[in-house]
């Protein structure tokens, strides 16, 4: 299965460029986007942490940086007291923190701890943005009278995708979100992954001995029950998409300690093959129907998008929908979903 890098043909013509620093902060390198560009009425400044894909690295968030702020710094204000800036590192054992490059490839591609490798590293990923989120403003605004950070949310790319949705779930700092090509559900398009693949562990019972044998073992099960959003609201159960009031209840009280009042928009190509919209619909459907009936009272704004046509790339409708979804929770300003191309 190719892996194609779905930031390769994200712009049609690329954003201005906006400053970069950088930072060694607790032993991760961190390149902060836009502090240049803070504007001196500045007293609140929000974070967009930014998430590679599989086998890339920060550098390639660069673009999405640029994109996000300067489309907020163009808004018309007559008092810029609220700034953005944005935040990318590298994954897990990507870029300046390869350690072993098999552990970054598919079971196609040889790698036989595939579904561990990508599990554990977008979870140190994960783990990771609330490590950097204690300590970034140390860093970069240790004056006095520097502004203070008051809003977090995280942009994730395919793999970054993953690990944005983990984040969603399980940092209460970070309020809003926006998934690219990511799945909420990992043991769903693992299961699917190894139907493609044609593993033997998944042919030798069609599917049904597959979760917890060597491919994707018990304790692998055990991790995701503890932070995957499918996994820590049904573990391996099926999704249900209309529960019924005795597990309305039981998952009312998970969604209010993990997402309530949150937003988030989720992007997903109509022809992706890498990470099809079918592992992710039976939980967006599930998120959907809750959001906008019995969980109603939660606060959950859920966008969810599919771009018919696109396979798995951040297309530039994707673009144009995440800065106007970024740039509109700055605002504070109603989230008006618009076309899907």
Known sequence: MATPNPLEKTHSEPPAPVSESWFHIAGILAVVHG????????KSVSVLWLLHGRLGSKDDMASTANKCINDWNQRPSSDRKVSLIAV?????NHGSREVQRVANQTWRDGNVRHAQDMFSIFHGTALDTSLLIDHLGSYVFHAADAPSIDQHLVLGVSLGGHAAWQVFFNEPRVTAAVVIIG?????????????LSKLETYKSS???EFLGSKDFPTALISSIQKCDPRGLLFGTSEINPNPSEKEQARLGQILDSKIKGKQILV??????????YRCAEPFMKFLNNATSGWYKGGNVYVEDNV??????A?????VNDTTRFVSDILAG?????TSKM
Do not use: W
Not at 35 to 42: D, F, R
Not at 183 to 195: S, W
Not at 314 to 318: A, F, K, L, Q, V
């Open 307 to 312: 771009y018919p046509g696109i396979g798995h």
């Open 206 to 208: 069609n599917g049904a």
């Open 88 to 92: 990318a590192f590298d994954q897990r």
């Open 267 to 276: 992007c997903s190509g109509g022809d992706d093959k890498l990470v099809p």
């Open 35 to 42: 502090l240049a560009e803070l504007a001196p009425s500045c």
């Open 314 to 318: 951040y297309s530039e409708g994707m």
């Open 183 to 195: 799945c909420p559900d990992y043991i769903r398009v693992m299961t699917d992954r190894a139907r």
């Open 333 to 337: 300003t109603p989230i008006k979903p």
